[in-house]
């Protein structure tokens, strides 16, 4: 890797440090992160260029010797960044307060979900048998999703209004990933906020104040919160788990953290759309009526 660094981008460098196919490389005082990406480099370079044309903090992509972004290592794309900030962990407040719209567009979500699910549905018939748990528990949230797709169905048909956010929040999320433009995408700007308090509610405690705290200071539209409480609702945490016990990265085991709060976060939803029904106008959903 060092040679690499040498021939693409000129750099000289004794420090490096690989973690997850990654590569953490320190220059004298400054830190960069040389990072694989497969992603949608067409978005990645429009989001980019609006940060950078509207003075956004974000990291710096730095350049190979071909003026591009993208450079091809052992068959792999990688992108470098340029670290500037000290790297601390995240609140709810950095999220709540990340506000950067971009434009209009429609909510893709029920789309998106309706082929995920369809996916997972078709990879249990073959797997029932090597992962037991998930095959037990899939239609419960299979049944989840379902519900979170009628609530989007009822907005998504219209355009919103379309904020700088990211492919995922996790709850050891640092501004080293929040602050990356490789982690970000557009979409509605409940998104990172409710995946950020699935995250807490999981892996670290129950947010439900904070998520009152943030339905009164965030003003949002009806169709903002309801597509809130369509993303609460959505258990990207369990496909998320799902992922990772399928590629091999995790055992089984994990999900039973996520199962034995099936209950306890059901009671979380109910608790949030009773709240949200005080202070907007958003469909009526059976079983969440009653608490």
């Known amino acids: 890797m060092r040679n690499a660094l040498i021939y693409y981008y000129d750099m000289y460098c004794n420090d490096i440090i690989k973690s997850n196919g990654n590569y953490k490389i320190i220059i004298d005082d400054s830190l960069y992160y040389l990072v694989k990406y497969d992603g949608n480099i067409s978005l990645l370079n429009h989001i980019y260029d609006y940060l950078i044309n509207h003075n956004i903090y974000c990291h710096e992509i730095v350049l190979n010797k071909t003026r591009t972004y993208i450079t091809n290592i052992d068959n792999n794309n990688y992108i470098l960044i340029k670290i500037y900030c000290k790297i601390d962990k995240i609140n709810y407040l950095d999220v709540a307060n990340y506000n950067i719209m971009t434009g209009k567009n429609k ?74 433009p490789l982690n970000m995408i557009i979409d509605v700007r409940v998104r990172d906020i409710a995946e950020f308090f699935k995250q807490q509610f999981f892996y670290v405690s129950n947010p439900l104040i904070n998520v009152k ?16 409480l369509a993303r609460i609702v959505y258990p990207s945490y369990y496909f998320d788990a799902y992922d990772e016990i399928i590629q091999g990265n995790v055992s089984e085991d994990k999900i039973n953290i996520i199962i034995g709060k099936a209950n306890e976060y059901e009671e979380f939803i109910k608790e949030i759309y009773a709240y949200i029904k005080t202070k907007y106008q958003i469909p009526e959903i059976e079983w969440l009526i009653e608490i």
């Open 107 to 180: 909510c893709n979500w029920k789309e998106l979900w309706s082929n995920k699910v369809d996916y997972y549905e078709y990879q249990m018939n073959q797997f029932r048998k090597k992962y037991p748990l998930l095959y037990s528990s899939f239609e419960y949230y299979s049944g989840m999703t379902e519900s979170a797709i009628m609530l989007v169905g009822m907005v998504d048909k219209k355009m919103l209004d379309t904020y700088i956010e990211h492919n995922r929040i996790y709850k050891n999320s640092s501004n080293l990933d929040f602050y990356n």
């Open 213 to 228: 705290k943030y339905l009164d200071y965030v003003n949002l539209s009806n169709d903002e919160a309801a597509l809130f």
